[in-house]
């Protein structure tokens, strides 16, 4: 599931500078997430009264509470996280960090898809973002991606549902965003997801 990359010329005139990258957006969290990795911990806040369903599905998925069937067994997983023992199986420098999927290939799911949530309070403007990959309108899943820039292209494509939400975790997300990766944008070395442990605020 890719995300459109823009070209290298606009790509480098949409780089944020430090300052612009620390910028934060105005909704109110309902819900924390520390996404627990194999290189350190990032800490997110979801805005569930701006996406509340792909907050509830994302929750739903890190939690276990959300049955999902996995994509090469086909066996429904109940009171399963999915998104433990995962990958960033995408990465792409100056761009974003990109996980969720149960086969850590870029092309499983949870055996379902749901509608977008374009809110016009959030968006792509500054670095960070939370939001979900898609294969085109109403095709949310359970990968999601994190920006390292603003991805001002982005905009009203896909859903953002939370935000990076300290200094500390933006470091972690900038750190990962620059380890070695082969020619599809796959990291030499997996990154894996620990577990993602949720906070209702």
Known sequence: MALPIPSSSLHLAL???KSERMGFMSAIATHQATIRTSQGEILVELFGNHAPKTVDNFVGLATG???WTHPESGEKMV?????????FHRIISD???????PLGLGVGG??????DEIHPELD???AYKLAMANAGPGTNGSQFFITSVATNWLQGKHTIFGEVSDLASQKIV???????TDNRDRPKEDVVIEKIDIKKL
Do not use: C, H, W
């Not at 949870?110 to 509608?115: I, R």
């Open 174 to 180: 900038d750190a990962l965003n620059t380890v070695p």
């Open 79 to 87: 009171d399963t996280p999915l998104y433990s023992g995962t990958v």
């Open 95 to 101: 761009f974003m960090i990109q996980g969720g999927d």
């Open 15 to 17: 780089r944020a500078t």
């Open 124 to 126: 792509f403007t500054s």
């Open 110 to 115: 949870p055996g379902y898809k749901f509608g």
């Open 65 to 67: 509470e959300r049955e």
